[in-house]
Structure formats: structure tokens, C-alpha cells
């Protein structure tokens, strides 16, 4: 990403903060409208569940200059979540929740080049989960 991705990622994001459980629970519904099967793998402590998103994206914001540096942890994201069943559709949804979702939050706000600094963001990270989720061949 570019520093003026970062930076323009970074400023909504700390206009987002102080509603960011309400955006979570936004993000959620209209997910699962995009995949409602998935809707029974995920119930359980919604609010627990997007606490620890909301924190874990934080983290992963403020160190977007060291994605690189992130690359490890976020593949043991993607093999933790292809053991719960996340497939690389879901990614796509999920990709177009989350902006969905800013978009509806930041309004007029959510220019077209912000949402591409987004859209990079979404699709780095979720490339880097994606590869820790595809499956390793045991060459000898």
C-alpha cells in the first residue's frame, strides 16, 4: 500500500472507532445476507467475536507500513479460519460486506479514492489469509 493509502485508511478508521461495535454488528448482517448458511457457523458471543476483530484490525491498521512483517500472522488467521470452514468465496463476500459497510458509515465521506486505499487493504490482507489457508503439499 501506498502512505497515502495508509494514511487515508488510518483517518476513517479513527472516525469509525467510536462506533465500531455498531459497525461490526452492520458488516455481520449484511454478510450474512451474502452467505446466510454461514450465519449457523457463526453464532455464538457475536459481541465477544467483534470485540476481537475490532482489535485484532486496529493492530493490523496501525502497523499497515510492516505488512510485510504481519505476512505470518495473517496466514495462521487463514489456516484458523479454512479450518472452520472459511473458503476463498467467503472472502469475496466478505470483502464486499466490508465495504458495503464503510460506505454506508462514512456516506459522502467514502470517496473513490478512499474506498480504493480500502479495497487494497481488504485485498492484502485477505490475500495473505487466503495463502495461509490454501493447502501445503508434503514434497519429500
Known sequence: MTSLEITLVRESFRKMAPTAESLIALFYARFF??????????????????????????????????LDQLQPALRRIGRR?????????????????????LDRSLGIE???????????????????????????SLAA
Request: net charge positive; glycine share 6%; aromatic share 10%.
Open 33 to 66: 445476507e451474502l452467505e446466510p448458511a454461514l450465519r449457523r457457523e457463526c453464532r455464538g458471543a457475536m459481541q465477544t467475536k467483534a470485540r476481537t476483530l475490532i482489535r485484532t484490525f486496529g493492530r493490523v491498521i496501525d502497523r499497515l507500513e510492516q
Open 81 to 101: 479460519q479454512a479450518w472452520r470452514g472459511a473458503r476463498e468465496e467467503h472472502y469475496a463476500s466478505a470483502g464486499v460486506a466490508f465495504l458495503w459497510t
Open 110 to 136: 467514502f470517496t473513490p479514492p478512499l474506498r480504493a486505499a480500502w479495497n487494497r487493504c481488504y485485498v492484502e490482507l485477505a490475500s495473505a489469509m487466503l495463502d495461509g489457508a490454501a493447502p501445503r
